[in-house]
């Protein structure tokens, strides 16, 4: 079962009572002070968290001076500039200071205003205007509702050519006309204008899932966008089926999921995982922290590893905690094929590492992205006896420690983890996620030796190199809140 880690006293004793030492904690008199109220506590914060539980704490030892409270007027891009490289590159690229907690938050639980599609972006090389490819849609989104499907271009927004004066409408706005089009062989087919109005829905990361069989050889598929804590009772309940359709090695799409929490990774696991394994709660992660915590958690006898199980608490579909339990839903899996691509970060890596010395696990696609720490998501209230009301609503997410599978090897260091077969995502080949002539689904299938049941199509690939826009709140996060436990203790 998952330990928590109780962060160090210090950092409860760096601030027992923020209304207490205001006039104490002032290194210029008050009169040199430019921040106001919120500045001055959300610099404090920031100092506070990265000086004791960030993983290079020591590192950037010398950097946190820079959050001055009295003299630094914009504490989240010093966090942003602060946060750890080495040799001028950017080793920790995920560590964030908010000032609007809410909709953070909010929008990790997988709760978004948005138009509900992914999207790859691409530049007409003749004109230098750009255009988007549709990755995929959510169900019951603004975009499904308008009949906008994977492979569907947009070239246009509101009449005009895309830009990097306008490109980001095409996520951010409350309202877009899309100009769509198609790409064939002859080139690119006009397909008129869709206006779409934004609207706050929960984005169900369960994208896709089938049961192939073929030849007495069973075979399951699950596309999977983000280890959000809502989809976890539907995941279960899918596993179930697997399961009872006597499913015996999985496809399992990660290629557009960035990440998320990792409970819910867990309970993932706990459902691939060899049953044996599970039921004798075998290690299934160990982690490494900064040297104080290490010390502390080594004095402590406190163990840092995480372990098979099979209780957890997640959220339902209104955000309310849930109590789940996984013990019905082993899968009896022999081996997985994961489709990923540098979509695919953080939580998603970590399950495929934390799997790895248990079972066969074969990678098919592209680079994965190389997200290989954990971070925590932190506001005031969780570590601080009283925090002050200036900062109700700011909030930290910050790397915490590193992940590694039970023998304590990470191979997504540092560059992310490398596929065994190289396959092209292929956004043009007219495709939907689960259609088994889906070109990397395909792959996949051929490699678990199923022969296709339907006929071939006539595959269009674009002459445009297309990138992936990391857009979800979720990518490049792996979140582990069972620290807040014991800070509020």
């Known amino acids: 079962m998952k330990k928590s880690y109780p962060i160090l006293a210090v950092l409860l004793l760096l601030c027992t009572c923020f209304s207490s030492c205001k006039d104490d904690d002032d290194t210029l008199p008050s009169e040199e002070r430019i921040t106001t109220e ?47 490289s080495e040799n001028g590159k950017e080793v920790d690229k995920w560590t964030v200071l908010t000032d609007d907690y809410e909709t953070f938050i909010n929008s990790m639980s997988g709760v978004e205003t948005t138009y509900g599609y992914g999207l790859a972006m691409g530049r007409f090389t003749n004109t230098g205007t750009y255009f ?90 699950l596309a999977y966008a983000s280890f959000d804590l809502r989809s976890v009772s539907q995941l279960i309940n899918i596993c179930k089926e697997f399961k009872a359709a006597g499913v015996t090695e999985l496809i399992l799409d990660l290629r557009y999921n960035g990440g998320g929490y990792v409970i819910t990774e867990e309970a993932l696991a706990s459902m691939f995982a060899p049953a044996e394994e599970v039921a004798a709660k075998s290690l299934y992660q160990t982690e490494v922290w900064n040297a104080s915590y290490t010390e502390y958690f080594r004095v402590n006898g406190m163990d840092r590893n995480t372990y098979f199980s099979t ?141 296709n049941a339907t006929g071939t199509r006539t595959m269009v690939k674009s002459p445009y190199d297309t990138k992936l826009m990391q857009t979800s709140p979720l990518f490049g996060k792996r979140i582990d809140n069972s620290i807040i436990e014991k800070i509020r203790k």
Request: net charge negative.
């Open 311 to 451: 209780d957890f608490t997640v959220q339902d579909l209104a955000g309310n905690d849930l109590d789940v339990s996984t013990a019905d839903a082993n899968i009896g899996l022999n081996k997985i094929y994961a489709l990923i691509s540098s979509g695919t970060a953080s939580a998603s890596e970590s399950l495929l590492i934390g799997l790895m010395p248990f079972m066969d696990i074969e990678l098919l696609g592209s680079n994965s992205h190389g997200k290989y720490c954990t971070g925590a998501v932190l506001q005031p209230s969780d570590v601080y006896k009283s925090a002050p009301d200036a900062i109700h609503n700011w909030g930290i997410y910050v790397m915490i420690n590193r992940f590694a599978d039970k023998n304590g090897n990470n191979p997504c260091m540092p560059n992310g983890l490398a596929p065994d077969i190289e396959v092209d995502d292929n956004l043009f080949d007219g495709c939907q996620l689960g259609d088994e002539q889906e070109t990397m689904l395909n792959a996949a299938l051929t490699q678990a030796g199923m022969t």
């Open 132 to 221: 988007f490819v549709v990755t995929y849609v959510y169900a019951d989104s603004p975009a499904a509702d308008a009949g906008i499907k994977r492979g569907d271009m947009i070239i246009s927004l509101n009449g005009e050519d895309i830009t990097e004066s306008n490109y980001l409408n095409v996520l951010y706005s409350s309202s877009v006309t899309l100009g769509m089009g198609t790409y064939t062989n002859e080139g690119i087919a006009q397909g008129g204008n869709i206006r779409l109005t934004a609207t706050q829905m929960y984005e169900n990361p369960i994208l896709a899932y089938k049961i192939f069989e073929n030849g007495g050889k069973t075979v399951g598929y």
């Open 38 to 84: 919120e500045i001055y506590y959300a610099n404090r914060f920031a100092s506070d968290i990265l000086s004791d539980v960030y993983l290079w704490n020591t590192e950037i030892s010398e950097d946190i001076s820079l959050l001055d409270p009295n003299t630094n007027t914009d504490p989240i891009s010093t966090v942003a500039d602060i946060r750890y």
